[in-house]
């Protein structure tokens, strides 16, 4: 008998085919994050159950753009760039399960297939996106990271523009904001095969670095402008109070969660 391998499909003889390799992941990257206010009722429709809104703030929501570098243990792929690089662009909020705070991706668009494979294992909803961002740069015209540095940023999917931003950096900061500061609550969910027969995944799961380093933090002011589009909702989450922005430059291992709850996210 044929013994197929691989962490993800394709599963193969060898494995080499399969569109994730197996964890520990591990990131590098670089950060715009956006923080503002949105009404929290915009929020909470964003939360299955038993999830709830975050006890203060409950309406702030951080819109972060990420142009990454991601490799397996071995590193490998960061000498095969078009394995390792991607960006993303994804919107996070804040929710409580049993009494302690976590944050959530509710949105998240990234421009390669491994990378959308990989969200889907770890609960993040990612969709395919075109995301740009401005990249600092010592010499030439770039902007250096300082005090005055401009960076834009845009975000779009199916042929529209969804997000765009300016980002001006104005002093050094201890944190790069607070709505992306907590572990992860997040939902695996796949269909049955069988009509009518519900999901055949449901598990909520927490999910947090291994390990994380990071440059200095610097905080800014923010031009932010969000876009209705036919098939996708970020625009709901309207901006209605600009809290702050930031830059970081960021490294991550990512190598697994844990199971909270299954069978309880009421999902259709």
Same mark, same amino acid.
């Given at each position: 008998?044929?013994?197929?391998?691989?962490?993800?499909?394709? /599963?193969?003889?060898? *494995?080499?085919?399969?569109? %994730?390799?197996?964890?520990?992941?591990?990131?590098? &990257? @670089?950060?715009?994050?956006?923080?503002?206010?949105?009404?929290?009722?915009?929020?909470?429709?964003? $939360?299955?159950?038993?999830?709830?809104?975050?006890?203060? @703030?409950?309406?702030?929501?951080?819109?972060?753009?990420?142009?990454?570098?991601?490799?397996?243990?071995? +590193?490998?792929?960061? $000498?095969?760039?078009? $394995?390792?690089?991607? /960006?993303?662009?994804?919107?996070?909020?804040?929710?409580?399960? #049993? *009494?302690?705070?976590?944050?959530?991706?509710?949105?998240?668009?990234?421009? /390669?297939?491994?990378?959308?494979?990989?969200?889907? !294992?770890?609960?993040?909803?990612? /969709?395919?996106?075109?995301?740009?961002?401005?990249?600092? !740069?010592?010499?030439?015209?770039?902007?250096?990271?300082?005090? *005055?540095? #401009?960076?834009?940023?845009?975000?779009?999917?199916?042929?529209?523009?969804?997000?765009?931003?300016?980002?001006?950096?104005?002093?050094?900061?201890?944190?790069?904001?607070?709505?992306?500061?907590?572990?992860?609550? !997040?939902?695996?969910?796949?269909?049955? %095969?069988?009509? &009518?027969? &519900?999901?055949?995944?449901?598990? $909520?799961?927490?999910?947090?670095?291994?390990?994380?380093?990071?440059?200095?933090?610097?905080?800014?002011?923010?031009?932010?402008?969000?876009?209705?589009?036919?098939?996708?909702?970020?625009?709901?989450?309207?901006?209605?109070?600009?809290?702050?922005?930031?830059?970081?430059?960021? +490294?991550?291992?990512?190598?697994?969660?844990?199971?909270?709850?299954? +069978?309880?996210?009421?999902?259709?």
């Amino acid at each position: 008998m044929t013994t197929v391998r691989g962490f993800l499909f394709p /599963k193969t003889a060898s *494995g080499a085919s399969s569109l %994730i390799p197996s964890p520990p992941y591990r990131y590098s &990257g @670089d950060l715009l994050t956006v923080e503002y206010r949105t009404d929290p009722a915009r929020v909470r429709e964003l $939360l299955p159950e038993p999830l709830e809104l975050a006890d203060e @703030d409950p309406g702030a929501v951080a819109l972060i753009w990420a142009d990454w570098q991601s490799c397996s243990a071995s +590193g490998e792929e960061l $000498l095969d760039p078009v $394995l390792s690089q991607y /960006k993303e662009a994804f919107a996070v909020v804040r929710c409580t399960y #049993r *009494g302690q705070t976590y944050s959530r991706c509710v949105y998240i668009w990234v421009d /390669k297939d491994f990378a959308i494979a990989r969200g889907l !294992h770890q609960g993040y909803p990612k /969709k395919l996106g075109s995301i740009h961002q401005t990249r600092p !740069h010592p010499y030439g015209p770039a902007p250096r990271i300082e005090a *005055g540095a #401009r960076f834009g940023a845009t975000l779009a999917a199916a042929d529209r523009r969804l997000a765009q931003t300016v980002v001006t950096l104005r002093e050094p900061s201890e944190t790069n904001g607070f709505v992306n500061a907590h572990p992860m609550a !997040h939902h695996r969910w796949l269909p049955s %095969i069988e009509k &009518g027969k &519900g999901l055949a995944l449901d598990e $909520l799961i927490e999910s947090g670095a291994a390990s994380f380093e990071a440059g200095p933090a610097w905080r800014g002011d923010a031009e932010l402008e969000l876009f209705e589009a036919p098939t996708e909702e970020l625009a709901r989450l309207e901006i209605r109070e600009p809290i702050a922005a930031y830059y970081r430059q960021v +490294g991550v291992v990512w190598d697994g969660g844990r199971l909270l709850e299954s +069978g309880t996210s009421g999902a259709e």
